[in-house]
């Protein structure tokens, strides 16, 4: 075999990881217990490998909260001290079998949603929706006594009651939720309305024949229905359990994780294990929630969420969405040429996802490095818009930096040259 | 003032009452309290008014089945007499204010879903879905002593916890629901799919806190959650109540009623009262649930369910919707060109319903006869296919017959000529 068909074997082995994945929710876990290699005293972010003095200032702020939250640290003096001298631990998110959204900050004994993709074993775990709380967002980069507070509330009171229900029902597939909001102006990033509304409707008949505590049980179908984009996370869980399947797969070009912090963006591929590839992080473009922002308050790329688009959703499924497309100025030929783009950049087809906006024709899907190097082309991705000093001012997207696409394709050529 | 100019601010008059009704569910009632008109010895039907002798086998069935369910008859035979004597009297549901959805079959003890435009205070009823129940269904034609004490067990035993339901929470608007529903691929007539879940997650947190026996709780969730297109009939009432204020206004040209018997189409206009305009029923184009239908098994249009059209949505939204229209083997620019086609017929567009797929455009709104006749292009309304021998066995859609139209026009003329 040629090193070509070699690579193309390879591949087809990767995006049929992809597509035949079955990830399904079977778990809420503390994050120690789910996800591979988190230590009691380390902190994950988004994006590439970072220090703690290059991080951008959400990143710092969300160490030190962590830090706080965990009770590594009393003061922030002491959280700070602990962080510059390694005692605090410092990983990338993607550098295990999580997801950093957002900021990404993840400790030890914070609840997880856990996504198994059955096919395969693999387990992703994500961050879960903060809820209907009005106080500001962790995984937005913003951090109080309150949102700590809301974070155990929600691990404590309300967590315990969707992990039994979720067990009882011996798991809850998500593919069918992402396939059905597809065909209802989701892609799955910016927009999850439909598949929100479809998990409500799997999930409340289950949760109201609980044998639970009536007051309680009110406050968890609160927390499901009033959540904005509550099922994100069960999406980006989804892809990353796929793309974790499709990791490690030899020879292959495909890229398998994208995520920036604030100062780079990165890339990986499932033939070059956890090698990272990156680039300055780039801006995006889109449209701010007041016209009190503009590009100064913006932070470049920050947020691991375009997992989704690195297993073929979110701004890779754009002609599904002309609703979210339209945040950006675009009409509707627009998204659908934008996704019949990306056709030029990916390995296959994704017959999970036929989009009544293609004529059903199939999603691209499994993006392949040497043809986004080749054509020039690079994968748009959708996300939140961070300000500076944290807290979400905006919705837009981006192309990955080529810059990303070209590193790795060196150092694969030179790995599988030797 | 010109009589052209008449006609113009009429239609004016009568097409705001579409786009500004604002259809709010409000109660469940016997049919016989809320149907004007509706006498205790009286069976309605759907499409333009027909004599028993002349009926299909369908609506036959149907008063039968009607007078058995209702105790105007102990046997068969003694209804069919009954019928023809004009003992058990026959009047077309949209000679009243409701909707003859299918084969329109109401009887006065029949539970029905009241839709009050608050606007005008103008109320509809219309005949609720009956559930997931597999026995067959009432409003497709069939009727067996199970699918009558289907019909008993939601009026008796259902109902009145969604009766106090909607009392409590002071109603549930409706427009809100088809116009997020219009955003995610619903056309509100052949599929309401999502209109379906934004309903469910509406409802099932104030059904989940009443104060009533979970185990009869668990049976309302399980018919909501579970009925296929519960939320139809809530579209049709809101059509209704809207159209039944825009009927009888002097001078104007808009259509507000649409309907067939299987035997004749017929429409209604705003300026002519309650006069009928009829041409012989034609066919549906679609796609069958099965290869063992052919033509020969469909009966020609009928139901009232085209009231969704007759107020601007189904097959006049296509647009919305390429996923019902691939149905008939339309492609979304066929979609899309049709909603185009409509604006030409249509007196306005409705601000309510901006569609992604049209770049936010609004639906076109309101046929006027006059456009309909000068441009020869007919309303597309879509529809369910029935068997002759009930049940129903596809879907699709037909042009209405342009010789309603043009009957309507000559009658218009003449009488506001005099």
């Known amino acids: 075999m040629t090193i070509k068909e070699k690579i193309e074997q390879a591949n087809d082995i990767a995006v049929n990881h992809i597509i035949d994945a079955n990830p399904v929710w079977v778990d809420i876990l503390p994050a120690g217990e789910v996800v591979d290699g988190l230590e009691p005293n380390m902190i994950l972010h988004s994006g590439p490998p970072i220090e703690y003095k290059d991080m951008v200032f959400l990143h710092k702020r969300g160490m030190v909260s962590g830090a706080l939250f965990e009770g590594l640290a009393k003061t922030e003096a002491e959280a700070v001290a602990k962080l510059e001298s390694g005692e605090i631990k410092i990983s990338s998110a993607l550098d295990h079998n999580t997801v950093g959204a957002g900021t990404g900050i993840i400790t030890s004994s914070m609840a997880m949603i ?16 903060e809820g209907p709380f009005q106080g500001g967002l962790c995984g937005w980069g913003l951090y109080t006594e309150e ?12 967590f315990p009651v969707m992990r039994e229900l979720v067990h009882k029902r011996g798991g809850l597939p998500i593919k069918p939720i992402l396939a059905e909001g ?9 927009r999850q309305s439909a598949a929100d509304l479809i998990f409500n409707t799997q999930i409340l008949p289950d949760l109201f024949r609980m044998d ?31 793309l974790l399947s499709a990791k490690g797969t030899p020879y292959s070009t495909m890229a398998v994780a994208f995520g920036g912090n604030g100062v780079e963006f990165g890339i990986k591929i499932a033939g070059m294990g956890d090698e990272w590839f990156t680039a300055p992080a780039m801006m995006m473009k889109g449209r701010y929630t007041s016209s009190q922002y503009s590009e100064k308050d913006q932070l470049p790329w920050l947020g691991d969420s375009c997992v989704v688009e690195c297993a073929g959703l979110g701004g890779i499924a754009a002609a599904a969405s002309p ?6 100025g675009m009409k509707l030929r627009d998204a659908i040429s934008l996704t019949r783009e990306m056709y ?4 296959s087809k994704n017959r999970n996802y036929p989009i009544p906006n293609l004529d059903f024709d199939f999603l691209p899907c499994g993006i392949d490095i040497r043809k986004v190097v080749k054509t020039g082309i690079s994968p748009e991705i959708h996300g939140g818009m961070f300000n500076r000093q944290g807290g979400l001012i905006g919705a837009g997207s981006a192309r990955i930096p080529l810059q990303c696409f070209e590193n790795a394709l060196k150092a694969f050529a030179k790995n599988y040259r030797e």
């Open 212 to 242: 639970i505590d009536k007051a309680l049980l009110g406050k968890v179908m609160d927390y499901i229905v009033k959540t904005p984009r509550f099922f994100h996370c069960f999406g980006q869980g989804a892809s990353q359990s796929a």
């Open 182 to 190: 597809m065909q209802m102006g989701d892609e799955n990033h910016t």
């Open 114 to 129: 856990v996504i198994e993709n059955k096919k395969t074993g693999v387990r992703a775990a994500t961050f879960p929706a």
């Open 147 to 158: 949102i700590a507070a809301n974070l155990r509330y929600m691990r404590d009171e309300l």
């Open 344 to 347: 030029g950049i990916c390995i």
């Open 323 to 328: 609703i979210v497309c339209s945040l950006r």
